[in-house]
């Protein structure tokens, strides 16, 4: 997949997926032999990503979570934010967990999604684009 060429992952890389919903992204990592763990918020639907075959907790990540896997030795080196970071809250609470959460080389993929008014009217708003930062 693009994120193991682009960022040398292999068996020895570990990768985290927020909001990781049935796991649909995760499961190019699990076929590729990349250690990886989905955090799903919604107990049933990590239960469809874990009889998918990719590992998932059904949690919330933050701070705690974040400190919790790295006491565990699950330190990522892609941690992926591709559905999780279109809510005001989890924008505020993804930097110090990504911190506390991320190996010391680790890089972070997030998909912004970009306001856009159409005809200057400010009642019109859309969401309509996704700009994607990735960080190191």
């Known amino acids: 997949s693009r994120y193991q060429k682009e960022f040398g992952l292999g068996p020895q890389s570990f990768v985290v997926e927020i909001a990781s919903n049935d796991g649909y992204l995760l499961k190019n990592f699990v076929a590729a032999k990349i250690p990886c763990l989905g955090i799903e918020p919604a107990a049933n639907i990590a239960e469809v990503a874990r009889k998918n075959g990719v590992p998932t907790l059904a949690d919330f990540f933050g701070a705690a979570l974040a ?54 009217n400010a009642n019109s708003t859309r969401f309509i684009t996704s700009t994607s930062f990735i960080f190191h």
């Open 67 to 120: 400190r919790k896997l790295k006491a565990e030795g699950k330190s990522a080196d892609l941690l992926l934010g591709n559905t999780s970071s279109r809510t005001p809250r989890t924008r505020t609470t993804l930097s110090p967990a990504w911190a506390n959460c991320s190996s010391r080389t680790g890089a972070s993929f997030w998909n912004f999604p970009m306001p856009w008014t159409s005809s200057g």
